[in-house]
């Protein structure tokens, strides 16, 4: 039989062994570490986690999604065990405080990014707008559309509500910044089923000293004032309206940015009949699209057949003096391509400035700790 009544020093274990033994193999946590822990009590406003340190850790319920939770038992049950982040450093009284929505929003960041490399489309409702341009939310995110990014006759605040599809645009972690076009989504499945070369009929949406924007389908695009007529032209003003019907054949179609360039001087079947007999471009627009891709194909044909060791002789190429006069000045030029701010208005990437952007997610400041009852969760959080 076990004598019960050894002593201390027969055992060769103290308390005061046992308090350094705890201490030896006691982890050390550190705000930042993603840890896990099992869910040891469920409260109104939180939940007590143990991950092991000497004092039960503690969750408030704004810090247990990346949405608005009304109750813990929507997120946690009892004994459950999952990845936390520790938010915060121990208090007085030794308890760190965790986060769940801080995991959440690091793994949204890495899949909008890998949606991003992947240039997927992606679909989300509009919540809300604002002076310029809508919200989103992507895997949890707060995304921004800018206005001239939204394609759609409806006016702003008749969008929320509505399902988008979407493309990014800029996706920065360190900026804080999520910013999406419903337009590129549009404009790239518009153009899967559009070719260069292609006739096509729309409306004039819009006229700038540089062109006219026309609608195709849903998708705006420009015809600029050089490809109106092979004759010259002052204003777009003096051959087209607002709402005018035209008949156009696309020249470009840039995916990337989003952009499908028009022309109605490849149509021509005389120079400046587009001027003086609008009627019969548009009866030989077809023909004459014909003869374009003719040409485009020719050319291509040509670019590959082009033997790549051939050499110029040094006798035809001309003198620089020569080359400089077949190049315009640069203030021609600038008479040809528009202001980048009149381009803004109507494709920029981004028109908008930095202060109209909202971030997709909060900042540290916004933050409330683990004491802060509801009142003091931020409203951008909140569904």
Not at 31 to 40: A, W
Not at 237 to 254: A, T
Not at 344 to 360: G, L, Y
Request: charged share 30%; no cysteine; proline share 6%.
């Amino acid at each position: 039989m076990v004598n019960q009544n050894l002593t201390a020093t027969e055992i060769g274990f103290t308390h005061e062994d046992f308090a350094a033994l705890l201490d030896k193999y006691d982890y050390h946590f550190s705000p930042g570490d993603v840890v896990p822990g099992t869910v040891f009590s469920i409260e109104p406003r939180g939940a007590l986690i143990d991950i092991g340190a000497k004092t039960a850790a503690y969750i408030p319920i704004q810090e247990m999604s990346i949405n608005r939770v009304d109750s813990p038992e929507e997120v946690l049950q009892s004994n459950e065990t999952r990845e936390f982040f520790i938010l915060t450093d121990e208090n007085e009284d030794g308890q760190l405080t965790l986060s769940i929505r801080r995991i959440e929003y690091m793994r949204a960041w890495e899949r909008v990014r890998q949606l991003q490399a992947e240039d997927a489309t992606v679909r989300s409702g509009v919540f809300a707008t604002n002076r310029g341009g809508a919200l989103v939310r992507i895997e949890g995110l707060r995304g921004f559309i800018p206005g001239s990014h939204i394609s759609t006759r409806k006016p702003k605040e008749e969008l929320v509500g509505e399902d988008l599809p979407l493309k990014f645009l800029e996706v920065d972690e360190e900026r804080n910044r999520l910013v999406l076009s419903h337009r590129r989504a549009l404009v790239e499945r518009k153009m899967n089923r559009l070719e260069v070369g292609e006739v096509v009929i729309g409306t004039v949406r819009g006229i700038k000293p540089y062109g006219a924007f026309i609608d195709i389908g849903g998708v705006s695009g420009l015809l600029h004032i050089s490809e109106i007529s092979h004759e010259h032209i002052d204003t777009p003003h003096s051959v087209f309206n607002v709402n005018d019907e035209v008949k156009v054949m696309i020249i470009d179609l840039d995916a990337e940015r989003g952009r499908i360039s028009l022309s109605t001087k490849q149509l021509e079947p005389e120079p400046g009949d587009m001027i003086k007999n609008r009627d019969l471009v548009y009866d030989k627009a077809e023909e004459m699209a014909a003869k374009y891709r003719e040409q485009l194909l020719a050319k291509q044909q040509g670019a590959t057949a082009t033997p790549a060791a051939e050499v110029v002789a040094e006798e035809d190429i001309p003198p620089a003096a020569e080359l400089d006069e077949d190049i315009p000045p640069a203030a021609e030029l600038d008479e040809v391509i528009p202001p980048a701010a009149e381009l803004d208005e109507e494709i920029s990437v981004v028109a908008e400035t930095e202060e109209e952007i909202p971030a997709a997610t909060e900042t540290e400041e916004e933050i409330p700790g683990a004491t802060e009852t509801e009142e003091g969760i931020p409203a951008a959080i909140e569904e």
